[in-house]
C-alpha cells in the first residue's frame, strides 16, 4: 500500500508498505544473500509503478507482483499520539490486492512452491472475500504439502473483518497450515479471550505447529518448539516514535534468522533489536544507515 504520512514541516510523504511487505524488506536486509521475493496484485498507476521500482531497490524480487488494468493500490495514512501509538487510515476498499485469489493461477502456485518460507498474515486473509480466503488458504496449504514451511502471523485489525466470528474461522483455519506462528497476546485477548500466556499456548496444544512465537507485550516474547523454550524480557526503546511495522519487523527478521541457520533464542533476540530500533523511527520502513547500527546475531 502507499504510506502517507506528515513530516516535521507538515508536508505529504509517501512511501510503500504493508504488514507482509515489510516482513519481506526487513528479512531481506538482514541476510542479503537471501531470495526473498513479494506476491501480491497492484495496479497501472503512478504509484504502482513506483512500488515496483522500490522493490528491486530492497533486493525483492518482484516476479509475482502481478498488475490489474482495472484497480489501483491502496493507500493508507498513520496518525500517532505523544507514545508512538498509531492510529489508520484506510483507502483500500477498490484496491488491486483485493482480488490476489484470482491471480492464483497453477504457474504462481508452482513458484510460490519454489520457496522454502512463505510468510502471510491475518491481513491477507481479511481483505479478500470468503471465497478468496478458501482459495488462498487452499493453495497455501499445497504448498505447505510440498515442503514449504508457512509462517503466519495473525494481526488482527477488527475493522477489516465483516464480524468476529469470522475473523476467528479464518484465523484459526490459518493456524491449521501454518508451521511458524507469532500470536499477539492482544491479538488473542481480542479473539478469544485469552489474557495469559498459558491459556494461548494451550489453544496451540491442538495443533502440529513447529515454533509458537508469542509477542506477549511488557512480558516479553516467549518462543516455544518441541524441542526448546525461551523467553526474552522485553527491553523498551529509548524513545518510541511509532510502533508502526514493530510487528513486521519482527517476524521478518525472525524468519530471515532462521532461514540464516540461527537457533530459535538468537533468532528471537535478532527480532528483538530490530523491532527495537524501527519503533525509534517514523514509518514502517526505516532507512538504511539507521538499520546498520542493529547489533545482530550472524
Known amino acids: 500500500m502507499v504510506e502517507l504520512r506528515r513530516d516535521s514541516n507538515g508536508g505529504l510523504l509517501n512511501a510503500y508498505a504493508g504488514d507482509v511487505l515489510n516482513a519481506a524488506i526487513y528479512a531481506k536486509r538482514l541476510n542479503t544473500d537471501l531470495q526473498v521475493g513479494f506476491l ?34 491502496g493507500i493508507y495514512s498513520i496518525q500517532t499520539d505523544a507514545q508512538g501509538e498509531r492510529e489508520f487510515f484506510y483507502w483500500r476498499g477498490e484496491s488491486a490486492a483485493r482480488c490476489l485469489d484470482q491471480y492464483l493461477t497453477q504457474s504462481v502456485c508452482q513458484a510460490m512452491c519454489s520457496y522454502h518460507y512463505i510468510v502471510f498474515s491475518g491481513i491477507s486473509l481479511a481483505i479478500l472475500s470468503q471465497a478468496g480466503r478458501r482459495r488462498l488458504l487452499d493453495v ?11 509462517a503466519f502471523d495473525p494481526n488482527y485489525r477488527a475493522v477489516l473483518w465483516e464480524s468476529l466470528a469470522e475473523a476467528r474461522h479464518s484465523i484459526a483455519s490459518a493456524y491449521e497450515v501454518s508451521d511458524i ?65 514493530a510487528g513486521d519487523s519482527f517476524a521478518g527478521s525472525y524468519l530471515a534468522s532462521r532461514a540464516s541457520g540461527l537457533a530459535i533464542a538468537d533468532s528471537v533476540d535478532n527480532a528483538m533489536c530490530v523491532s527495537r530500533e524501527v519503533v525509534q523511527h517514523k514509518g514502517a520502513i526505516i532507512d538504511k544507515k539507521a538499520y546498520a547500527r542493529v547489533p545482530l546475531i550472524r
Not at 45 to 66: A, K, P, Q
Not at 140 to 150: D, E, P, Y
Not at 201 to 225: D, R, T
Request: aromatic share 8%; charged share 25%.
Open 140 to 150: 497455501i496449504a499445497s504448498c505447505r504439502a510440498s515442503g514449504v514451511k508457512i
Open 181 to 245: 506462528v507469532f500470536p499477539g497476546l492482544d491479538d488473542h485477548f481480542e479473539l478469544w479471550g485469552h489474557s495469559s500466556e498459558d491459556e494461548v499456548f494451550s489453544y496451540f496444544n491442538q495443533l502440529q505447529l513447529q515454533e509458537i512465537i508469542l509477542k506477549a507485550g511488557e512480558q516479553g516474547v516467549v518462543a516455544v518448539s518441541k524441542a526448546s523454550r525461551c523467553h526474552r524480557p522485553l527491553i523498551a526503546a529509548p524513545v518510541q516514535l511509532d510502533s508502526t511495522a
Open 40 to 73: 501480491s496484485v497492484v495496479g497501472r498507476d503512478l504509484f504502482s509503478t513506483e512500488f515496483l521500482d522500490s522493490l528491486e531497490e530492497e533486493g525483492i524480487d518482484r516476479t509475482l507482483v502481478m498488475r490489474d488494468t482495472e484497480r489501483n493500490m
